[in-house]
């Protein structure tokens, strides 16, 4: 079992940035990509970006390419989601997901373990 912890939420102005944290524990051996998610009030969940366990390889949602930015921490068990140009429909719970696979594949959905979520507020 992966336990995945997410930080750096908040409450903050269109066209700030914001980063956010996930750190992963448990049973963490083995090779996992990790990605973020979002969910908006009444909206399904939506991909936003994923690293492969490599970091080589990242995938993003078409309405964050060019303004969010996916990154593995030196510890390998660390992800970050920097987020710049934040507009309110940007405003969404934000999740860290993992899933096992190979060293190099950024998933977009198919994740085994999710995070508790944090929460992201833009005001316009």
């Known amino acids: 079992q992966v336990q995945l912890v997410e930080s750096g939420g908040g409450l903050v102005q269109a066209g700030d940035s914001l980063r956010l944290s996930c750190a992963a524990s448990?049973?963490?051996?083995?090779?996992?990509?990790m990605g973020w998610f979002r969910q908006a009030p009444g909206k399904e969940r939506q991909f936003v970006a994923a690293i492969s366990w490599s970091g080589r390889n990242t995938n993003y949602g078409d309405s964050v390419k060019g303004r969010f930015t996916i990154s593995r921490g030196n510890a390998e068990n660390t992800v970050y989601l920097q987020m710049n140009s934040l507009n309110a429909e940007d405003t969404a719970v934000y999740y860290c997901?993992?899933?096992?696979?190979?060293?190099?594949?950024?998933?977009?959905?198919?994740?085994?373990?999710w995070g508790q979520g944090t929460q992201v507020t833009v005001s316009s």
């Open positions: 997901a993992a899933q096992y696979t190979n060293y190099y594949i950024a998933p977009v959905q198919g994740y085994d373990y």
């Open positions: 448990g049973r963490t051996g083995g090779t996992y990509a």
